[in-house]
């Protein structure tokens, strides 16, 4: 009985190959990106473009994420600096396409060593069968700077204060109340008079 089973499995596999192994492969032609300039803060940059190839069987969408590798020591960008062109894109088997990436770093942005993956995936398409899904990705590094000391100085003091919150803020908030009593003790004079009629 298990033999019958077995082989009319196999025989239905035999019978829709599409179906059953259509596969999404997926490539990129760039190994590691790294940029030597300095971004600044508030600063939109052009990376250079990544090729992505389908090495699978099957058309598909592709698109392209950041991700993270967790024993990385520097920081991670947020997801929200970065947008492709285009978003998605579809690809024949063997077909390759090139994607440009931009990325805008805040104003509020800590300087120091970045790090991420930029990943290329087959988005999903809700496609009956067996599709096994894989991804390839590249390594990206850079550094943000400060523009200027004056603006090193006020982002490092707002990343600090966001650091220690909300004592930070209560600390701050006390300081300002004594600032504020000490001008007005000092260039505010109020006289009161009472007189009797």
Do not use: C
């Amino acid at each position: 009985m298990h033999r019958l089973t077995l082989t009319l499995l196999i025989v239905a596999l035999a019978l829709l190959p599409g179906a059953a192994w259509a596969q999404a492969g997926v490539g990129i032609n760039v190994g590691s990106i790294q940029i030597d300039q300095d971004l600044a803060p508030g600063g939109i940059y052009n990376l250079p473009a990544v090729g992505v190839i389908n090495t699978g069987n099957e058309s598909s969408d592709y698109s392209l994420r950041i991700t993270y590798l967790a024993d990385r020591p520097e920081m991670r960008p947020s997801e929200d600096w970065f947008s492709f062109n285009p978003p998605v894109f579809r690809l024949e088997p063997g077909e390759d396409g090139t994607v440009g990436i931009r990325v805008h770093v805040p104003v509020a942005a800590r300087s120091g060593d970045y790090f991420a993956l930029l990943e290329a995936y087959p988005v999903p398409s809700g496609q009956s069968g067996a599709l096994i899904s894989v991804a390839a990705a590249t390594k990206l590094s850079f550094t943000v700077r400060p523009s200027n000391v004056f603006t090193g100085s006020l982002v490092w003091g707002y990343h600090r204060m966001n650091d220690t919150s909300p004592y930070s803020y209560i600390v701050l908030g006390l300081l300002m109340l004594v600032i504020l009593g000490f001008l007005a003790r000092r260039f505010l004079r109020f006289d009161i008079n009472v007189t009797r009629r």
